[in-house]
């Protein structure tokens, strides 16, 4: 068997990394760049130690704060016009998941004509796009590290992808202080989809030995730092392990794709307003359960992973421990509602289902699905993990 695995991204990651960003975009030979970012990022005045490096470099910037948090093609639009008009020859996206996104396609515009929807799927982007830098703000997502910008088709309530090698970041800037100020509820969200990229990377069945690695470690450091980033958000060093971890699992499922998780959680977070991480958080206990028989030895590994004691046990008992760490982290961590707090009803659920068993996620996932077991998980999910 062969392997590739391919980063055209400079990883350039440590607290107090965003300080440095001026001279690092210099090193690229920019002078002029677009700073994407939205008003969260604004308001909780962490751009200020970034923007002054900017200055001291000479790098000249204008910003476009306009991200929405579903960011649509007018965001995208209005952002490629400002790009325009100041005559940017860069683009970079400081906030999350979104923000990095936006970030994206409006490079993608920068260089290419028509609409960021004529380049839905993966390499169909023509012309190489302006530079993007990405500084993540959250430790989740881990766009900085991913080929997809992702975007939201309101008049479909669909999510759409516009992908390829060339709209990977050439640099992201990695700072766990950027994340300090995070309250616990995103914290604790934002986390959990990094776990779920991790976890679903490392048992999808395109693993392979280098993104097992990343995946691996990622869900290690977010084990062993998820409880304490939500509890004591001043923490540094927990701050450090989840946005290394959030990096990681990027650096893994970016090649290996996701599960059912990730294909259940976009219908449902598109029609019934769920925040990504949260819906991906409630789901992820159950899509484990349906999935221990496919891949027990990978789930004990997880078990063992979150310090539970497999010894003894056989190799199937061991790996229904995994579940019961999950269930406890997600008490732990505040997130004990189900599917049922956000409005989800069981009517709605063969849509979603119909729309979700498309997704290349449910082709990657360990255990094969079809559109009755994915009702089932969401019934599973309806109550949480409530005791
Ligand atoms: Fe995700």
């Known amino acids: 068997m062969t392997y590739t695995y391919k980063l055209p991204t400079e990883l350039f990651f440590g607290s107090g990394a965003a300080l440095r960003t001026g001279e690092k975009i210099k090193e690229l030979g920019l002078d002029k760049i677009l700073l994407v970012t939205d008003k969260g990022v604004l308001d909780a005045g962490i751009l200020g130690g970034l923007e002054k490096s900017l200055k001291e470099s000479g790098v000249s910037y204008a910003v476009f704060s306009e991200v ?3 960011p649509t093609i007018q965001g995208v ?3 490629t016009k400002m790009l325009g008009e100041f005559g940017a020859r860069g683009v970079v996206g400081v906030g999350g998941g979104s923000v990095m996104d936006s970030a994206k396609a409006i490079a993608v515009m920068g260089t290419n004509s028509g609409k960021i929807f004529d380049y839905v799927g993966f390499g169909k982007v023509p012309v190489q796009p302006l530079p993007i830098i990405a500084v993540p703000t959250t430790a989740g997502t881990g766009s900085e590290a991913t080929f997809w910008s992702v975007l939201a088709d309101k008049t479909q309530g669909l999510k759409l992808s516009v ?3 060339n709209v990977m970041p050439v640099l992201a800037i990695v700072d766990s202080q950027l994340t300090e100020t995070l309250p616990p509820g995103i914290t604790a969200a934002t986390g959990m989809d990094a776990l779920v990229h991790a976890m679903e990377s490392y048992t999808s069945t395109n693993c392979q030995p280098i993104a097992e690695g990343m995946a691996f470690h990622a869900m290690k450091l977010i084990a062993r730092s998820l409880r304490q980033a939500v509890r004591h958000w001043k923490d540094i060093n927990a ?3 989840m946005i290394m971890g959030s990096l990681l699992a990027a650096l893994a499922f970016n090649i290996t794709r996701l599960g059912n998780a990730h294909a259940l959680a976009i219908p449902l977070g598109i029609k019934y307003h ?5 819906v991906n ?3 992820l206990p159950w899509v484990m359960e349906f999935n221990l028989s ?3 030895e990978k789930y004990i590994e997880i078990a063992k992973i979150f310090g ?4 003894g046990l056989t190799q199937m008992e061991g790996a229904k421990k995994s579940v019961k760490a999950v269930k406890d982290l997600l008490r732990d961590i505040g997130i004990t509602e189900g599917l049922k707090k956000w409005k989800v009803d069981e009517a709605g659920l063969p849509e979603i289902a119909a729309k979700a068993v498309k997704s290349d996620n449910v082709k990657s996932n360990p255990r094969k699905t079809n559109e009755a077991d994915l009702i089932q998980i969401c019934i599973n999910a309806m109550d949480g993990v409530k005791e």
């Open 68 to 70: 929405e948090p579903e």
């Open 77 to 79: 639009e209005a952002g």
């Open 163 to 165: 992908g390829g090698w």
């Open 239 to 241: 701050r450090e392990d």
């Open 274 to 278: 769920i925040p990504h991480g949260t």
């Open 281 to 283: 958080a409630i789901l």
């Open 294 to 296: 496919a891949a027990p």
């Open 308 to 311: 539970e004691d497999v010894q």
